[in-house]
């Protein structure tokens, strides 16, 4: 299935969570923190300005950004977690 995102949203896949232990006790998923670090699957054409020029994206797909913890909807494609948001939710591009 592809998806492509409306106007200035961003489709990412969150990186895995790394599993942690401390102290011997191995920390159940539920209880993980959502990781920050995401991969852009697909992006919209951009949003309109006032003058009804669109405004190009900044990210591309293949791109490493850092997301907050709670941004943006969970979705679920083929069985596989996805984030949908908007580009001014993207806090940083990683480069590597």
């Given at each position: 299935m592809q998806i492509t995102p409306l106007y200035d949203r961003v489709l990412l896949k969150r990186a895995e969570?790394?599993?942690?232990?401390?102290?011997?006790?191995?920390i159940p998923d539920t209880a993980k923190e959502k990781p920050q670090e995401a991969e852009i699957v697909a992006v919209g054409d951009g949003k309109f300005d006032e003058d009804g020029k669109r405004l190009p994206m900044t990210v591309k797909v293949g791109?490493?950004?850092?997301?907050?913890?709670?941004?943006?909807?969970?979705?679920?494609?083929?069985?596989?977690?996805?984030?949908?948001?908007?580009?001014?939710?993207?806090?940083?591009?990683?480069k590597k």
């Amino acid at each position: 299935m592809q998806i492509t995102p409306l106007y200035d949203r961003v489709l990412l896949k969150r990186a895995e969570a790394a599993e942690e232990v401390r102290g011997g006790i191995i920390i159940p998923d539920t209880a993980k923190e959502k990781p920050q670090e995401a991969e852009i699957v697909a992006v919209g054409d951009g949003k309109f300005d006032e003058d009804g020029k669109r405004l190009p994206m900044t990210v591309k797909v293949g791109d490493i950004v850092l997301i907050g913890k709670y941004s943006g909807t969970e979705i679920k494609i083929d069985d596989i977690e996805h984030t949908i948001v908007r580009e001014d939710e993207i806090l940083a591009i990683v480069k590597k």
